[in-house]
């Protein structure tokens, strides 16, 4: 076979409306009730056909359930950014709520770790959170009273302590120590990374600019 033909078949194969990526699915450890044995199904990863641009443009061309289903998915981003700005603030109402921060620019231009986080299911983050209330006193010797602050702290993503960065760096520092003696770290992988990461710019944020933001 010539090169020729080669780039041939090359080009046949190649669909410009998908772009392949990688995801990586990490699993629960499941404990049987009877016998006590504790199991984990191994991480699966996948190559995976996400629609390119030039898909999405032939699904907006196309209509139809393609379009219904990609106007339900622009749907659930929206519902999971007002979800999320009301879990953050418990006194939040209809009457205080930023609608300006559920417009698509505004999300689109969030921060990446905060978009992340905000993919999260609730689930997962209280799993976490009773994962991190269990190992952590045995590593640390710290009290469960004090380690289920922290985890109160983590899963309402640093918003109470948000512009007092010597206890985002104690906290950034208690997640480390987590994530390297917890077991069950892997499958946490994506709240400890979008932690890790706003832990980071909320340390670096300009404390004149933070103050600024909270008073606007």
Not at 99 to 110: D, G, K, P, R, Y
Request: hydrophobic share 40%.
């Amino acid at each position: 076979m010539n090169d020729t033909t080669q780039t041939s078949e090359v080009q046949a194969n190649f669909d410009n409306t998908v772009d392949v990526k990688e995801f990586k699915f990490h699993f629960k450890k499941v404990v049987d009730k009877e016998s006590g044995i504790e199991t984990k199904r191994p991480t699966v990863e996948l190559k995976l056909p996400v629609p390119s641009v030039e898909g999405i443009i032939a699904i907006l061309q196309a209509g139809g359930k393609q379009l219904e289903l990609l106007q339900a998915a622009v749907e659930e981003v929206v519902v999971g950014q007002a979800r999320s700005l009301l879990t953050d603030n418990e006194t939040m109402t209809e009457a205080d709520f930023p609608l300006n921060q559920c417009i698509w620019e505004f999300i689109a231009n969030m921060p990446e770790a905060e978009k992340r986080g905000r993919g999260i299911p609730k689930e997962t983050w209280a799993d976490f959170a009773a994962d991190y209330i269990t190992i952590m006193p045995s590593v640390t010797g710290k009290s469960a009273e004090s380690v289920s602050l922290a985890a109160k702290l983590f899963i309402t993503k640093f918003q109470s302590v948000k512009t007092n960065k010597p206890v985002i760096k104690k906290l950034r520092e208690q997640l480390a120590i987590y994530f390297n003696n917890s077991s069950n770290a892997e499958q946490f992988t994506d709240c400890v990374k979008f932690l890790d990461e706003k832990a980071e710019t909320l340390l670096n944020a300009d404390d004149t600019a933070t103050l600024l933001a909270a008073l606007d």
